[in-house]
Each structure stands twice: as structure tokens, then as C-alpha cells.
């Protein structure tokens, strides 16, 4: 099993994921926007360039997202970060200074009592982060 975050934007769920493309250095191995769906007519032609999925390859690991469909509320991310854990703590400044570019740090990326650095941020699309380099055991 593998559990993958999901987000949701409001959008700017493509501008989000060329961002995180560059600060994660991962590859966009998909994306669908919503004129590229079944019943596009229907949608507003101002969000038929919005996304309907997109999927950013990281390694081993997989970030999606889509923008949220015009026909229901958006509400922003809340109450969930995504994590990052890492072993390299220099790769893990350089992704923290990456993501927080026009964001807002909450925690900076520093020594803590459980980890040899760890940081909060909530980036420039609203996406709160935590960046988690691990003590060694």
C-alpha cells in the first residue's frame, strides 16, 4: 500500500505543480485539464484550462492535485501538512528555501530536540509543509 497526498487548488493547481516540479525536483508525469473531459461544454470556459488531475513523480514517491471544480465551494487546505522526510539535512534546507519563496515560514528549518532539523511553512498556493530531517538512531 502506499497512501499519496492529494490536493486540491483553486486554480492554480498548474502553477502549484510546475513550483513543486522545480523545488522537489520531480517530473509532471501527467496532467488533464477539465476542457479535456466528458461534458466540458458544459463548464464554464473560463475554468476549462483549470486542472482535473495532475501527478508529480518525486523518486519513488507520487504529489496529485486537481483544481476544484467550479460548481463546488472551495475551502483552501486545512488541518494537514504535507511531510517531508528526509536524510539529508543540507537537501532538506535547500527544499525548505525552495518552497517557502513568497510563503510564510511557521517554524524555521532548525535543530530540534527529536530531529537533527525541522522546519513549517506554508507556501505561496496555501499549501502548508514540514520539512523532517531525522536524528540518526
Request: aromatic residues 10%; negative net charge; glycine residues 8%.
Amino acid at each position: 500500500m502506499q497512501l499519496t497526498n492529494y490536493l486540491i487548488f483553486n486554480g492554480q493547481a498548474e502553477a502549484a505543480f510546475k513550483f513543486y516540479e522545480k523545488c522537489l525536483r520531480g517530473k509532471i508525469a501527467m496532467m488533464m485539464r477539465f476542457g479535456e473531459g466528458p461534458g466540458c461544454e458544459q463548464m464554464p470556459a473560463e475554468n476549462r484550462d483549470w486542472l482535473m488531475h495532475v501527478r508529480l513523480e518525486i523518486g519513488d514517491q507520487v504529489l496529485m492535485a486537481s483544481d476544484c471544480p467550479p460548481d463546488r465551494p472551495y475551502d483552501g487546505i486545512k488541518g494537514c501538512s504535507v511531510s517531508i522526510q528526509i536524510h539529508d539535512k543540507a537537501e532538506g534546507e535547500r527544499i525548505f528555501n525552495a518552497l517557502k519563496e513568497n510563503g510564510t515560514v511557521q517554524m524555521p528549518y532548525e535543530k530540534t530536540f527529536w530531529a537533527e532539523r525541522f522546519g513549517m511553512l506554508v507556501d505561496q498556493f496555501g499549501v502548508p509543509w514540514m520539512v523532517n530531517c531525522e536524528k540518526d538512531q
